[in-house]
């Protein structure tokens, strides 16, 4: 059933979450209500308050696919819902800023307004669509995740040249391998930025955000090539970890969640890989920690296994084992949350087989949550376990 024709009323509504009970039901009353949530107002520019929204409570075990702004402006996303409701899914993790700076529905955070984020390329969704989509995912106890992209931003770079990546030679916006620039990890206004994104995303009715790109870009001619006039003496490790810290006293009001995507290799590298994502630096700053431990990005050795990528469950096992290892050192360490790899990226191609390696791995190391990604939001369904 279409989402449009399954949600049409609040009536509608009420009969769908009084009829589920096999995805997120727990002990206690069925969904946790949230008092401080928006929506869009008869008046431009303004959001008023409604009747709050339900938020579906974090599964003990969470299991969730990756879907991409266009995935979510589609008719893709109705078939994920689909997925996860016939599936052992139960999360979605919902682009709602991408890695261009745009943002997915009408939003009222006034700096997303002033350079057109939420309108830039021409499609959004409204806050009615947005709230149809998030109320058919609660009805089926699908948890809904909002992915929100900090640094790497060229929107607001390119409107806000004074919040950009400076070159060091001419004071002008330095560009990545692909001509873009990238937000200074270092302006407070970037992550408050994410913060207020992030707000506005729980009011909606999003259950948690994850935050990515939470690092400096990873091309080793930045240290060269630009300056930071904001860094104090600090080191690119300490200033993820001082920003982190910040954006997690932001929402510890709202009882957030403060989760982060990181590279799969930071859990055995013991530097900052030059991106200012060391392990033991950040995994006490934050709730979740999601390592993106695809086999395809280890460089061919790497833990002695000459093509990583064809060994999937060997290469998960070392990189668990070693997350484990880091983390018993910290106290207050963040509970960690693997991404697998649902895409082919040179031999072998990634089947049914090999997604399950990586899952098998996971469960030999006592982790029994992940998250799938594939950039274009197409998986293969039959790594997957019936409901």
């Not at 206690?28 to 107002?41: E, K, M, Q, T």
């Not at 001509?179 to 009011?203: I, K, S, T």
């Not at 810290?245 to 859990?267: N, Y």
């Not at 979740?288 to 290469?315: D, E, K, W």
Request: glycine share 6%.
């Amino acid at each position: 059933m279409m989402i449009a024709a399954r949600l049409g009323t609040i009536a509608l509504f009420s009969v769908l979450l009084a009829c589920q009970g096999d995805k997120g039901a727990q002990s206690g009353a069925l969904f946790p209500v949230s008092r401080g949530n928006v929506a869009a107002s008869s008046t431009p520019g303004r959001i008023d308050p409604v009747a709050p929204v339900a938020h579906v409570p974090t599964p003990d075990t969470l299991r969730g696919l990756y879907v991409n702004r266009w995935a979510a402006l589609g008719s893709k996303l109705d078939r994920l819902i689909d997925v996860a409701r016939k599936t052992e899914i139960n999360a979605l993790v919902i682009d709602v800023k991408d890695d261009r700076g745009f943002v997915l529905y009408r939003s009222s955070v006034p700096l997303a307004r002033e350079i057109g984020a939420d309108t830039a390329d021409g499609h959004w969704m409204s806050r009615s669509k947005i709230r149809a989509v998030l109320d058919t995912m609660t009805a089926h106890g699908i948890y809904p995740i909002a992915r929100i992209v900090v640094a790497k931003d060229p929107l607001l770079a390119q409107k806000r040249l004074d919040l950009a990546i400076k070159r060091k030679s001419d004071l002008k916006p330095w560009l990545d391998k692909n001509g873009r620039p990238w937000l200074d990890p270092h302006q407070r206004v970037v992550w408050q930025y994410a913060v207020d994104l992030a707000r506005e995303a729980y009011d909606v009715g999003f259950s948690e955000v994850q935050f990515d790109y939470v690092r400096f870009p990873d091309e080793k001619r930045l240290i060269s090539e630009t300056v930071f006039p904001l860094a104090n003496g600090r080191s690119r490790a300490q200033v993820i970890r001082d920003q982190l810290g910040f954006v997690r006293a932001a929402l510890k009001p709202q009882h957030m969640r403060v989760t982060v995507d990181v590279f799969g290799l930071t859990a055995t590298d013991t530097t900052d890989m030059g991106i200012g994502q060391r392990w033991e630096m950040f995994v006490d700053q934050v709730d979740v920690v999601l390592p993106m431990i695809y086999p395809s990005h280890f460089a061919r050795g790497t833990y002695r296994i000459r093509n990583p990528n064809a060994h999937p469950y060997a290469t998960i096992n070392h990189a668990l084992k070693d997350a484990i290892a880091r983390s018993d050192s910290v106290p207050h360490a963040a509970l960690i949350i693997p991404w697998y790899q649902d895409f082919t990226l040179g031999p072998p191609r990634y089947e049914a087989a090999q997604i399950r390696a990586q899952m098998k791995a996971g469960y030999d190391n006592g982790f029994q949550s992940w998250i799938l990604w594939n950039p274009k939001s197409n998986y293969t369904l039959a790594a997957l376990k019936p409901q």
